[in-house]
């Protein structure tokens, strides 16, 4: 079935939805574009050339489009702040929604999201994309057989000192790491472990000489649930990138072997008990080389077909709305805890939030 979409936002993330994520799904009869909405008209350019609209399916306004255009669901690819009035509109007009992460820009914000799309009967999926990369989906894959796990690290490291790589209002946002960097990068160790994350305790700075408003450096540590533990890093502005956008780095360490993701390459060291007490050890490359997952359609392109297959009556998708909560939860934890400087139980503060949203 081809479902008739409204996109909404081109600018940067935007822009790489028309050109990389929406046309294989066009091609593949899922999606038919019906209109594109952004508040900047110089942008709507952008919709003619990516997407063939012509000039009169291209809108300023949400609303007037959603009025004038029939349409199944529309996207959310506006910053973070934008999006409960996007969903508000298209809730209005009995629209589903596939959106941008995070949920929105507060946690009390993604839980009166998720409660309007319970409330609407509605379907609203979230694209984390990271999660559906094809080295990371390697990775679960991979972790999924060595299971269970004991504890995992993660590391984002890059030199992204200066403006120019990302648009302004990253440089502006508070808490960009977690808000923009490391939702994508905890969701996944979240996603790795078949429990909730019961607290959490993170450090998160601005180092000198880097040009952003909000922290761009932190250390967090979450304990689920089932004991499990696991330690993220993560920096836009170091020396060196090490791990970079796309490039990070995942480790699970499990009872009978240790998997390693690393610059996009994903290697299984099962236990030698000949090796004990060898502190030389082992170095990358030195593993069970595993061979990177193959599909067709990766990221959000694949996050998309998810969505249009729920649509179609298929299982709902891992990171609808509700679900992705919890991810949002464990953001908003490191955002406090950095705050009070002591641990914050995610739970509790999701309890809170939906108290008081």
């Known amino acids: ?141 991979a972790l999924a057989e060595a299971s269970p796990v004991d504890y995992l690290t993660a590391r984002y490291t890059g030199n992204v000192r200066e403006r120019g790589h990302y648009s302004d209002y990253v440089h502006e946002m508070e808490d960009m790491l977690l808000l923009d960097g490391a939702i994508h990068h905890l969701d996944m160790l979240r996603s790795f472990v078949d429990a909730r994350v019961e607290r959490v305790y993170a450090e998160t700075w601005v180092p000198d000489g880097a040009d952003y408003e909000g922290d761009c450096s932190g250390l967090v540590t979450l304990h689920f649930e089932d004991g499990t533990r696991a330690q993220y890093e993560g920096s836009y502005a170091n020396a060196t990138t090490l791990n970079g956008w796309g490039h990070e780095q995942f480790r699970a360490e499990c009872q009978a072997e240790t998997v390693l993701l690393d610059n996009r390459e994903v290697e299984r060291f099962p236990f030698d008990p000949d090796r004990v007490g060898n502190w030389e050890g082992v170095r990358k490359g030195d593993g069970q080389q595993v061979p990177l997952a193959e599909r067709p359609l990766w990221e959000n392109a694949w996050l998309i077909e998810q969505f249009c297959e729920w649509l179609d009556g298929g299982d709902p998708m891992a990171t609808r709305v509700e679900e992705t909560l919890q991810s949002m939860a464990v953001v908003f934890a490191a955002i406090e805890s950095s705050e009070r400087g002591e641990a914050v139980n995610v739970q509790d503060l999701l309890g809170d939030a939906r108290q008081n949203a």
């Open 1 to 141: 079935m081809t479902h008739q979409m409204v996109h909404v936002g081109l600018g940067g993330q935007g822009r790489h939805w028309t050109t990389e994520a929406i046309p294989p799904n066009v091609d593949a009869g899922r999606v038919e574009v019906v209109a594109a909405v952004d508040t900047d008209p110089d942008r709507l350019e952008r919709a003619e050339t990516d997407l063939g609209l012509s000039p009169d399916r291209c809108y300023t306004d949400l609303d007037t489009a959603l009025t004038e255009r029939e349409a199944d669901f529309c996207s959310v690819v506006t910053p973070p702040s934008a999006h409960e009035p996007v969903v508000d509109t298209a809730l209005s007009h009995g629209l589903d929604i596939i959106s941008e992460k995070p949920i929105a820009d507060t946690l009390e914000g993604s839980v009166r999201i998720a409660r309007k799309v319970r409330e609407a009967g509605a379907k609203m999926g979230i694209t984390m994309s990271h999660r559906y990369d094809q080295d990371k989906t390697t990775f679960r894959r």
